[in-house]
């Protein structure tokens, strides 16, 4: 039997991967981020209306718990959600005040009737690449889901994360190691890139991991983050001062 060759490539970059051989992608133009990519997304938004459904925010649920995320956890602390799409997937979080920061935001709003972004506490329609002074030192808990390897430059959204968590606060990252770049996905993330990028920003690497939590693997399917088979996930701590 002949294998397509796109098949073959696949099982080769799998195996690269593997070996830790793929080679990262920390940037792209912002130029061909915001024509190609960006517009790659809102269509995709726009178009599956996946996160209409209620079928979404029950999946998001469930991805958080499985990481571990009690609802609880971060009653009236501040929490930001960076890329967080078109529907509000913070809203796990009980009590928290949620900030966002989506550079489609205001897209979104205006063309999708189902967006919810203005339920947040406060909606920045920028990248994450810009810096906010306003929002420096101010949260407790940031967390990010399958967007980094949407963004521009990987190493200017880490700086952005570091200054904007209180000392001692977390960020959780969870998003796909692609093999290579593809329309929507202009960064190559790998585990090895990324370590270099997190150490290198001064976060403690408290836990990583690949694949997603055990409960949510069960109730995978086509829809959204489910397809992926890639993704890893970084729990990082910025010191608390001395
Ligand atoms: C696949 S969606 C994921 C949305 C949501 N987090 C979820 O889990 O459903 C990726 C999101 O990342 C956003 N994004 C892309 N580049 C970004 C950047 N430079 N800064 C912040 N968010 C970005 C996109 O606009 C999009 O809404």
Known sequence: MKLPKKKIRYIAEGLLAQMGLIKP???????????????????????????????????????????????????????????????????????????????????????????????????????????????????????????????????????????????GGLAFLSFDMHYHSTLGHPLVLTDKGCQAVFQEGGFIIERHSKGFGEEFRKHRDINGYDLSSTCINYWLRKPAKA
Request: aromatic fraction near 16%; hydrophobic fraction near 35%; proline fraction near 3%.
């Open 25 to 167: 992608k920390l940037k792209e133009s912002r130029e061909s981020w915001e024509s190609v990519a960006q517009e790659f997304e809102f269509e995709y938004h726009e178009n599956t209306r996946y996160s209409e459904t209620d079928y979404y925010i029950e999946k998001s649920k469930l991805l958080f718990s499985s990481f571990g995320f009690d609802p609880g956890q971060f009653s009236d602390k501040v929490i930001m959600d960076i890329g967080s799409g078109s529907r509000l997937k913070g809203k796990y979080f009980n009590k928290a005040k949620l900030i966002v920061i989506e550079p489609l935001a205001n897209r979104y709003l205006e063309n999708l009737d189902w967006s919810d972004l203005n339920d947040a506490s406060a909606v920045y329609s920028v990248p994450a690449e810009e810096l906010i002074v306003e929002l420096m030192d101010s949260a407790d808990f940031i967390f990010s889901i399958n967007a980094l390897d949407h963004c521009y430059d990987f190493g200017k959204v880490m700086q952005n994360i570091y200054e904007y968590l209180k000392p």
